[in-house]
């Protein structure tokens, strides 16, 4: 013990009468330790920033890792059968989806899925709907989280043939004829100052996707319809045309 007492007193001693001899050239030295010290520790903490791996969270928060599609085929437009095993009774329905991918490495949440900016042509211009954006139904057999790569299809907008519509009523439905197909969108509640079927015309709007963990992505969709309600489900979904028209997409880094 008293051996390292004296050597480190002895070098002590050394260090004074040096800087003693030679202050400036001490200063100096003293100067580059401290940066040696400083450069060490400050390296040593960009290097463990770096070895960290990114949380989901702050890896794809701040980028767009989805997209949302649509075709004018199966399975976009798809016929499925509605039913209630109690009362047996069974109805055709036809559904129009949008198409959600995850385009990145990483799982996708999704928040909720938006209607947005509707629009009428009215030979001129697409004027607004007296609406604001409403929230789509997403399917609760659907999970929310969606895995690397993977993909999922959630209705926009569907038809009911004329015997559901008397089946579940004007309350369900809030506005349009029952005793004829309806075309209506797919939303989960409706504003009460918003009508619930699609009337006749030409129609713009945008399908917009929420996430927790991306930015949002969306579609836009122009649906035509010549306003003929035909019998079948069948018949009227073979006039409804849309298209896309444009989507909100950039890449991934």
């Avoid at 800087?19 to 003293?30: E, G, N, Q």
């Avoid at 409403?134 to 690397?148: E, G, H, N, Y």
């Avoid at 009911?160 to 369900?172: C, F, V």
Wanted: glycine residues 4%; proline residues 7%; aromatic residues 12%.
């Amino acid at each position: 013990m008293n051996y390292e007492y004296d050597k480190i007193n002895q070098t002590c001693k050394k260090w004074w009468q040096a800087i003693r001899r030679d202050p400036i050239r001490a200063f100096f030295v003293l100067l580059f330790l401290a940066f040696v010290t400083f450069a060490t520790s400050f390296l040593s903490s960009i290097g463990d920033q770096l070895a960290r791996p990114k949380s989901l969270s702050e890896g794809t928060k701040n980028k767009q890792i989805a997209s949302i599609e649509f075709e004018s085929e199966k399975p976009f437009v798809d016929r499925v059968v509605y039913g209630n095993d109690l009362s047996r009774k069974y109805w055709n329905v036809y559904f129009f989806q949008v198409q959600i991918r995850n385009r990145a490495m990483s799982p996708l949440h999704v928040q909720h899925l938006k209607l947005t900016d509707l629009g009428q042509w009215d030979g001129e211009n697409f004027k607004p709907w007296d609406a604001e954006p409403v929230v789509l139904q997403w399917p609760a057999r659907i999970s929310k989280d969606i895995p690397p790569g993977d993909k999922v299809l959630v209705p926009f907008a569907r038809i009911y043939p004329a015997d559901l519509q008397r089946e579940l009523g004007e309350d369900e439905l809030y506005s349009g004829d029952v005793d004829i197909p309806q075309l209506r969108f797919n939303v989960d509640g409706w504003p009460r100052r918003m009508k619930s079927d699609v009337p006749p015309g030409k129609h713009r709007f945008k399908v917009t996707a929420f996430f927790t963990n991306s930015l949002p992505a969306e579609a836009e969709l122009e649906l035509e319809w010549p306003g003929k309600h035909r019998e079948s489900v069948e018949s009227m979904a073979q006039e409804i045309k849309i298209r896309k028209i444009g989507a909100m997409l950039n890449s991934v880094d």
